[in-house]
T-cell receptor, first 109, second 113 residues
Framework: GENVEQHPSTLSVQEGDSAVIKCTYSDSASNYFPWYKQELGKRPQLIIDIRSNVGEKKDQRIAVTLNKTAKHFSLHITETQPEDSAVYFC????????FGAGTRLTVKP | NAGVTQTPKFQVLKTGQSMTLQCAQD?????MSWYRQDPGMGLRLIHYSVGAGITDQGEVPNGYNVSRSTTEDFPLRLLSAAPSQTSVYFCASSDAGSAYEQYFGPGTRLTVT
């Protein structure tokens, strides 16, 4: 089955800086790559996703890039704010969805 | 719409007890799945279903059973609880399959002593 690796496991940035989280996947058949944000005690919620026929997607301060050849994708958050502090999960999907282990992002005011 | 609902919110079991975690959705989604979340391990897929009457195993299915008799409900059964099953369990649904946005329920925190 699919295996998704996510790095780093923790990330601390100053408010206003950028944050980058990287994931790799193993199954070349995977065609959907979402990113979820989970605040403490809450359920995961989708923040952005990308399909295998697209290389980059942007939504305001959040962007995702996909390199199918290298089988890796990344989440970029610009102008970080304290409310961006949360755990972020990447995932890859074909027949079922597999998640990375998560990145705890802390944005210091 | 209530979205995806899960009951109970919290549960404590003794080793060897059985129980069923309930999951329901009112969005007419065909695809439903169960994940467990453990510290440092992300969300691991237990079982999923692509429609009523159809279920399949995920990456960590041992010790769990599922059935899908209706589109709305997807219960998860623990046959004989073990301390290793202490976790937070999330149910999720999607209107078009695994390769689309998953809508998560609020979770059930299970402790097995």
């Amino acid at each position: 089955g699919e295996n998704v690796e996510q790095h780093p496991s923790t990330l601390s940035v100053q408010e206003g800086d950028s944050a980058v989280i990287k994931c790799t996947y193993s199954d070349s058949a995977s065609n959907y790559f979402p990113w979820y944000k989970q605040e403490l005690g809450k359920r995961p919620q989708l923040i952005i996703d990308i399909r295998s026929n697209v290389g980059e997607k942007k939504d305001q301060r959040i962007a995702v890039t996909l390199n199918k050849t290298a089988k890796h994708f990344s989440l970029h958050i610009t102008e970080t704010q304290p409310e961006d502090s949360a755990v972020y999960f990447c995932a890859a999907s074909f027949n079922d969805m597999r998640f990375g282990a998560g990145t705890r992002l802390t944005v210091k005011p | 719409n209530a979205g995806v609902t899960q009951t109970p919110k919290f549960q404590v079991l003794k080793t060897g007890q059985s129980m069923t975690l309930q999951c329901a959705q009112d969005m007419n989604h065909e695809y439903m799945s169960w994940y467990r979340q453990d510290p440092g391990m992300g969300l691991r897929l237990i079982h999923y279903s692509v429609g009523a009457g159809i279920t399949d195993q995920g990456e960590v299915p041992n010790g769990y059973n599922v059935s899908r008799s209706t589109t709305e409900d997807f219960p998860l059964r623990l046959l004989s609880a073990a301390p290793s099953q202490t976790s937070v369990y999330f149910c999720a649904s999607s209107d078009a399959g695994s390769a689309y946005e998953q809508y998560f329920g609020p979770g059930t925190r299970l402790t097995v002593t």
